[in-house]
């Protein structure tokens, strides 16, 4: 069975840029700090996925895994999409449910393995190109991840800004 994704509609796309709509979605979040955001945040959803939650049930794998940045390369929020709006509750405090509403957002999809810091400049880039065309977004980047760590080959990530000079439909 193929594993399923957050759906979004694609919109319209300029050079590299795609832009596209994610409808209103749920996830199962947390907040982390730290060196290594990802592993940490992970470490965290993977409980809550295999069992840790108020059904004592596995939840099905989704993807992405989602990263959010914060002020700091040190702090964000790592979360994944949950196919069910009512999910059962975490037992841990730290894994939160979060409802997000639809949004608009700009997005470069990247192929192949790369670094963290890779991500981060092409997230530079594709901020000071939105705020060179006049759009509003938000200041933080997010960085979506597709595949597992493991897998070297065929891998995709992508790094978006939420629009705020969009209206949602």
């Known amino acids: 069975m193929a594993t399923q994704h957050q759906p979004y509609?694609?919109?319209?796309?300029?050079?590299n840029i795609e832009f596209r709509y994610y409808p209103a979605a749920t996830f199962a979040r947390v907040h982390v700090q730290g060196p290594n955001l990802?592993?940490?945040?992970?470490?965290?959803l993977a409980n809550y996925i295999f069992g840790g939650n108020q059904a004592n049930q596995s939840i099905a794998m989704t993807i992405p895994v989602v990263l959010e940045q914060?002020?700091?390369q040190h702090d964000g929020h790592v979360s994944f999409y949950l196919t069910d709006k009512n999910a059962p509750k975490p037992h841990a405090s730290v894994v939160q449910i979060a409802h997000q509403t639809g949004r608009h957002v700009a997005a470069i999809t990247v192929k192949g393995f790369v670094r963290q810091s890779t991500l981060e400049a092409i997230a530079t880039r594709l901020h000071a190109t939105l705020m060179a065309q006049g759009r509003s977004c938000s200041d933080t980047p997010e960085f979506r991840y597709y595949n597992s760590p493991w897998?070297?080959?065929?891998?995709r990530s992508d790094v978006l800004f939420t629009l705020n000079d969009v209206p949602t439909p």
């Open 70 to 72: 914060g002020t700091s």
């Open 38 to 44: 990802l592993n940490t945040g992970f470490r965290h």
């Open 9 to 15: 509609q694609r919109i319209s796309q300029d050079a």
């Open 151 to 155: 897998q070297l080959f065929g891998r």
